[in-house]
């Protein structure tokens, strides 16, 4: 089956590091991406990591995979409040002709002063 | 600039109505997708499309049905709404191929069933 899960809130202040986290099932899946969401807005990918990878890092955002657990994380170093968003991560298998993704249910990042 | 456009941000309709909502896409793209938004219940695909004229049925595809006559235009019909259809539905459009190819979303449609 497939279930992807997150924590609904998260709250940080200003400067700090967060962490969102993210457990999935499918270990079939391929990729596993994260996805941001700003209000009023459609959806964005900020990064996107290989089954086979471990941890990826791109400027202040650092993605681990830990697969034995099916455990995805997202560290944003040094948040901003122009960070304050709804995070999806988001598995994929590949179908078909095209790629089927599959969101967890958003974590709401508050950024506070 | 890519470019994704929903038929409307906002759409009130009444139980009963039949209900359209409308995706182009810019990006000559293949694959095209409908999703609800639900708080909670994060993003659950409703429809997908490969292609022109094909269509598969995605986790929640009861009381929806789609069409794709053109490839830069993927239509979701909701054919009798009702209140449980309360939603903000997305549109997105991938290309063929490579998981690594990202889904580009359009800015939502926030649809009220009274």
């Known amino acids: 089956g497939e279930d992807v899960e997150q924590s609904l809130f998260l709250s940080v202040r200003e400067g700090d590091s967060s962490v969102i986290n993210c457990t999935y099932t499918?270990?079939?899946?391929?990729?596993l991406y994260w996805y941001k969401q700003e209000p009023g807005a459609g959806l964005q990918l900020l990064t996107y990591?290989?089954?086979?990878?471990d941890m990826k890092q791109d400027q202040r955002l650092t993605v681990l995979l830990n697969k034995k657990d099916k455990h995805l994380s997202l560290r944003i170093a040094d948040t901003q409040t122009g960070d304050s968003a709804i995070y999806f991560c988001?598995?994929?298998?590949?179908?078909?002709?095209?790629?089927?993704?599959?969101f967890g249910t958003g974590t709401q990042l508050k950024v506070e002063l | 600039d890519v470019k994704v456009t929903q038929s409307s941000r906002y759409l009130v309709k009444r139980t009963g109505e039949k209900v359209f909502l409308e995706c182009v896409q810019d990006?000559?793209?293949?694959?095209m997708f409908w999703y609800r938004q639900d708080p909670g219940l994060g993003l659950r695909l409703i429809y997908f499309?490969?292609?022109?004229?094909?269509?598969e049925k995605g986790d929640i595809p009861e009381g929806y049905s789609v069409s794709r006559e053109k490839k830069e235009r993927f239509s979701l019909i909701l054919e009798s709404a009702s209140t449980n259809q309360t939603s903000m539905y997305l549109c997105?459009?991938?290309?063929?191929?490579?998981?690594?190819?990202?889904?580009?979303f359009g800015p939502g449609t926030r649809l009220t069933v009274l």
């Open positions: 499918d270990s079939s899946s391929t990729y």
């Open positions: 499309s490969y292609d022109v004229k094909m269509k």
């Open positions: 990591i290989f089954s086979n990878m």
């Open positions: 988001a598995e994929s298998r590949l179908t078909g002709g095209g790629n089927k993704l599959t």
């Open positions: 990006m000559d793209h293949e694959n």
């Open positions: 997105a459009n991938s290309r063929a191929g490579t998981p690594t190819d990202t889904q580009y």
